[in-house]
Nanobody
Framework: VQLQASGGGLVQAGGSLRLSCLASGRTLSSYNMGWFRQAPGKEREFVSA????????YYADSVKGRFTVSRENAENTVYLQMNSLKPEDTAVYYC?????????????????WGQGTQVTVSS
């Protein structure tokens, strides 16, 4: 499966963005999906994950209550709605797909990755 993330940009603190991850090549419903981010000079970190049917979602503590992950399998798309953005949310955001039966928070366990989209939050 090929993944393409989009929707990043420059936003002021307190603003919102919605990231999209479009899958092609195979139906998205075959995969649990995750969002990760990597800030300059930092390691990649888990942001959020969603199960195949969208009935289970997981969030990093740093984004809980501000970010919402969702998916539209009929459109082969996963979304990450980001509200109340903070400068520390600045990073390249990646979507990833996992064939595992488990919803994973560890990036190394994901099988496919998108190219990333830059999110910059100004103070």
């Amino acid at each position: 499966v090929q993944l393409q993330a989009s929707g990043g940009g420059l936003v002021q603190a307190g603003g919102s963005l919605r990231l999209s991850c479009l899958a092609s090549g195979r139906t998205l419903s075959s995969y649990n999906m995750g969002w990760f981010r990597q800030a300059p000079g930092k390691e990649r970190e888990f942001v959020s994950a969603i199960s195949r049917r969208g009935d289970s979602t997981y969030y990093a503590d740093s984004v809980k209550g501000r970010f919402t992950v969702s998916r539209e399998n009929a459109e082969n798309t996963v979304y990450l709605q980001m509200n109340s953005l903070k400068p520390e949310d600045t990073a390249v955001y990646y979507c990833a797909a996992s064939r595992s039966i488990f919803v994973l928070t560890t990036g190394t366990m994901y099988d496919y990755w998108g190219q990333g989209t830059q999110v910059t939050v100004s103070s």
